[in-house]
């Protein structure tokens, strides 16, 4: 055998092209923007607005931000399948900002969240929260929690499904639909983002409780798991 040949194999299977890189920098991108803008602005030493905005050219100067370019961010916004992120020009001064459309567990005074009525031709029968199998029993007794974040995020269907691209994680196998109507006329609030995912606050203490549930399906293969008994 050609020992030469193999090793030339070896070498090209394990060869990656420019795409590959460009993927693996665009997720590792994605994920600290998702962290600076949604939980560790702060903590990094970078300003948001009240509105959840920061600067670009800021954030591009922070030691986690300085090997990517305005491009990738640029790149990383347009394509996000998710659409998690939004770009735009400062009102006041015209200089690029950023923020993410939801999941923070800092406070942000003004998302732009459009606030949903009862009964209003935006407000849907049901939302759909996406969770796992092996929380199934402390979810079935105590309910939905925000926990650390401000909302607790609900789809509107399962992952493409009628348009849906966000509102919760593609690998998860377990979806619990929520009876919308019903915990609006308790007095809980729900919201829409600007990428179409529904929030919700809960009740006082950040939850929505079991009497809220109006089915819960096991995900591959499907399987319902209500009665709640």
Not at 10 to 30: A, H, I, N, Q
Not at 42 to 52: A, I, K, R, S, V
Not at 86 to 93: G, S, T
Request: glycine fraction near 10%; aromatic fraction near 6%.
């Amino acid at each position: 055998m050609d020992r030469g040949g193999m090793d030339r194999g070896r070498r090209g299977r394990g060869r990656r092209g420019r795409g590959d890189r460009v993927e693996d920098k665009d997720v590792c991108l994605s994920r600290r923007l998702s962290f600076a803008l949604r939980h560790g602005a702060n903590q990094m030493g970078l300003h948001m607005n009240p509105d959840g905005f920061i600067f670009v050219e800021e954030l591009l100067a922070h030691a986690q931000f300085r090997s990517f370019s305005l491009e990738d961010v640029e790149r990383v916004v347009a394509t996000n399948d998710k659409q998690r992120f939004k770009l735009r020009p400062c009102p006041e001064d015209g200089q690029l900002q950023i923020r993410a459309n939801q999941g923070h567990s800092v406070q942000v005074c003004d998302l732009e969240l459009k606030a949903i009525q009862s009964g209003s031709p935006d407000c849907p029968m049901e939302g759909v929260h996406g969770s796992y199998l092996h929380h199934w029993p402390s979810i079935r007794s105590q309910g939905l929690s925000r926990m650390n974040r401000t909302h607790i995020h609900l789809a509107t269907g399962l992952p493409g499904e009628g348009g849906v691209i966000s509102g919760m994680r593609t690998n998860c196998d377990l979806a619990i639909y929520i009876d919308v109507p019903k915990a609006l006329s308790d007095g809980i609030q729900f919201f829409w983002s600007e990428n179409g995912v529904l929030l919700t606050p809960g009740d006082s203490e950040g939850k929505l409780l079991p009497k809220y549930f109006s089915r819960a399906l096991r995900l591959r293969p499907t399987q319902s798991l209500l009665p709640l008994e």
